[in-house]
């Protein structure tokens, strides 16, 4: 079988990179560019466009199954790219007495997108990466022959191809900013930057275990360390999808300044730690720092 034709879809590539003028950083002598992934495509959205395209192509029209919390961006992500490109999709999803009950938006979303979702308890999804454990879920789903995406969509294929992301940038910033989930855009990213770029993280989860996650992801993309990164642990909010009455209004303030829509979960907290970082002098005059908007907030923006 042969993959699925992702040009058809037209992607906005390379991305747009805008200048707001933001006097956050002006003061500091500081150019803030953002770099609108968002903008890539209306639904398969910033970094799920760029870690799913190379996982479709290789799946070359199998079954796609992946996994993901009830609110998952990557399973709408997935379920969308199922039903523009006709594959057929299976969403994991964590907690099984989330069958019980009406879908969410998010999920719903999922199910009208064509995307098939097999529920399991937390614990079976906790180890679902090991292999007796994904076999039996892959079996209970009716998957056994399907190509599999790990939850959040990072693997080394979807890592390789976020490097382009990076490549993007190049001669456009000294530092490149982004939020971080599992940290697969990153490892990307870090490895398509020129010598004297730096990727700067921002984790929306809390634990500290990022780092290593990277370096591991970063060893199976290319086989070793790439790039220069660094993460900043300070702006998760107390996890992931946590936040505050500050951090909301601080995305309106935003929303209202530069006309952009600010995704809550990840956007929200890298625009915040830069603003934060700016204010502190962590850049030097004349630095260029580009933020990467690596997606859109739902469910506004999906049609209906
Ligand atoms: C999924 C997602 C991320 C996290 O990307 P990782 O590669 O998992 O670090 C960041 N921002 C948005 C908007 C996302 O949907």
Not at 113 to 123: A, C, I, K, T, W
């Amino acid at each position: 079988m042969t993959g699925p034709d992702l040009t058809a879809l037209h992607p906005r590539l390379p991305s747009p990179l805008q200048e707001p003028a933001d006097e956050r950083f002006a003061r500091h002598g500081v150019r803030l560019l953002l770099k609108r992934d968002d903008l890539i495509h209306p639904e398969l959205i910033g970094n799920k466009w760029r870690k799913l395209a190379p996982n479709l192509t290789a799946a070359a029209g199998r079954t796609v199954v992946t996994f993901g919390g009830a609110y998952s961006n990557h399973l709408r992500a997935t379920a969308a790219a199922g039903r523009l490109l006709g594959l057929r999709t299976i969403g994991v999803v964590r907690g099984q007495e989330l069958s019980d009950r009406p879908l969410n938006p998010s999920l719903a979303r999922c199910t009208a997108d064509g995307m098939r979702l097999h529920f399991v308890d937390r614990s079976t999804y906790r180890h679902k990466t090991e292999p007796d454990t994904l076999a039996r879920v892959l079996h209970e789903a009716g998957a056994s022959n399907a190509y599999v995406i790990p939850e959040g969509g990072s693997n080394a294929e979807a890592v390789r191809g976020c490097r382009a992301l990076g490549e993007e940038l190049r001669g456009h910033a000294d530092v490149i900013a982004l939020p971080c989930g599992t940290g697969g855009t990153l490892a990307g990213l870090a490895a398509g930057l020129a010598p004297g770029q730096r990727a700067l993280g921002i984790p929306v989860l809390k634990g500290g275990f990022l780092g290593a996650d990277i370096r591991s992801l970063q060893h199976a993309a290319f086989g070793g360390p790439r790039g220069d990164w660094t993460l900043d642990d300070r702006f998760h909010f107390g996890g992931y999808a946590r936040t505050s009455p500050e951090l909301d209004a601080f995305a309106r303030d935003f929303e209202e300044r530069h006309g952009v829509a600010v995704e809550r979960v990840y956007v929200a907290k890298l625009l915040y730690g830069l603003v934060t970082l700016a204010g502190e002098g962590a850049f030097p005059r004349g630095a260029t720092v580009a933020a990467v908007v690596t997606g859109r907030p739902f469910p506004s923006a999906v049609p209906a």
